[in-house]
């Protein structure tokens, strides 16, 4: 069935024919313009303070972190968590270009497995799109370099991402996926999925008892690239 016809069953149902030419307009002005709610003072921070609300709320949440300086320096702290944590150092990857261009060598005991997670994975590690410093939350949209499969099937989630990716707050996050998502076809897209991540899964449905890793990853850990000179302190 076609837009057209799905659009046309519900006119019918709601007994309403196509809306007038003003009132298109109208809508299409408040499409394209995004208009705000209210916005907290404390998502509105300078830079440095913006980034450290995110790491406090990741951890509030139940995650970890670690701040390194460049991407070069992503391989030690991997393998410095891993080690930590007693995790096998053979885990899933997205094939992410950014991913893709570090020196994994500099850590010849890490094993990688670049693709989508399989059920027996225990670790896995993807590439973060963005994230909310309001909340401490990932944004990471399904793409065939980011498979979805990372962020549900092990039980340890690692997310490298860039500090200059970090928003204030969830409206300015998609604000950069609609900038970033555009084509001459249809003049923008959205991606087929958008998971939203604040810390790890936990669920306290039975008896009020916080459980960690019901419905995916028991454990949650950012590492964080310091690429934006404004961020530091």
């Not at 046309?8 to 298109?24: C, F, M, N, T």
């Not at 139940?62 to 992503?74: C, E, K, N, W």
């Not at 994975?121 to 949209?141: N, R």
Request: net charge neutral; glycine share 6%.
């Amino acid at each position: 069935m076609t837009k057209d016809a799905i659009l046309g069953a519900i006119r019918r149902g709601l007994k309403r024919g196509p809306l007038p030419e003003d009132q298109k307009l109208a809508l299409r002005a408040r499409l394209d313009a995004h208009p705000r709610h209210l916005i907290p003072a404390r998502a509105q921070l300078p830079r440095p303070e913006q980034v450290a609300l995110f790491l406090r709320n990741v951890e509030k949440e139940f995650g970890t972190t670690a701040r390194v300086a460049s991407l070069s320096d992503v391989p030690a702290a991997v393998a410095d968590y891993l080690a930590a944590n007693n995790l096998p150092s053979d885990f899933a990857i997205a094939p992410h270009p950014e991913l893709e261009s570090i020196d994994w060598a500099s850590r010849p005991l890490l094993t990688l497995r670049p693709g989508r997670a399989q059920a027996t994975d225990a670790v896995c590690l993807t590439h973060g799109y963005a994230a909310v410093a309001e909340t401490g939350t990932l944004m990471l949209p399904a793409s065939p370099h980011r498979p979805t499969t990372l962020n549900l099937l092990g039980d340890t989630a690692i997310v490298v991402l860039r500090a200059s990716r970090i928003v204030g707050w969830m409206e300015a996050a998609w604000d950069l996926i609609r900038a970033e998502n555009q084509d001459s076809t249809t003049g923008g897209f959205m991606p087929r999925n958008i998971m939203w991540v604040t810390g790890p899964s936990r669920s306290a449905d039975i008896e009020s008892t916080l459980e960690l890793g019901a419905h995916g990853p028991r454990r949650l850990h950012v590492v964080l690239v310091d690429d934006d000179p404004t961020a530091v302190a």
